[in-house]
């Protein structure tokens, strides 16, 4: 089973789902052999990890692969583990110059980019502390 999540957009006055527009797209241009399914939209990580957790425990699934961007994997991995689910950690999307084709100098000049990469950093240091104040993590 492929279980989809991730936040909403608004779009012309109605709410939409991440995920239901990537199952919608899978379902049209590729084959798949196994059940899909949106969570719809979540509110944040730990309401995706709630979602999960009870549609697991319903279609008795023991274990889950997790794929998220590697910024926020510790957090995500924290809150899954947290509402119950066991979760082998697949982290994707690195943000590391080391990462990108043709950037492979031992100097880099400051730019923009940096202050992208510092901004999911920061967004996960708070995250990760207000998570475990509400005690989600």
Request: hydrophobic content about 40%.
């Amino acid at each position: 089973m492929l279980i989809l999540g991730g936040g909403g957009f608004p779009h012309e006055g109605r709410m939409f789902s991440e995920a239901d527009a990537v199952r919608d797209y899978l379902s049209a241009h590729v084959p798949l052999n196994t059940q899909v399914h949106s969570l719809g939209a979540c509110s944040d990580t730990h309401d995706e990890a709630l979602k999960v957790a009870d549609l697991m425990k319903q279609r008795g699934l023991k274990r889950l692969l997790l794929v998220t961007s590697a910024n926020h994997m510790p957090r995500a991995a924290a809150t899954f583990s947290k509402a119950g689910v066991q979760v082998t950690a697949v982290p994707c999307n690195y943000h590391s110059s080391l990462n990108r084709v043709g950037d492979l100098h031992w100097f880099h000049w400051p730019s923009h980019h940096g202050f992208e990469i510092f901004s999911f950093w920061i967004h996960e240091v708070i995250g990760h502390y207000v998570y475990r104040w509400r005690g989600w993590i």
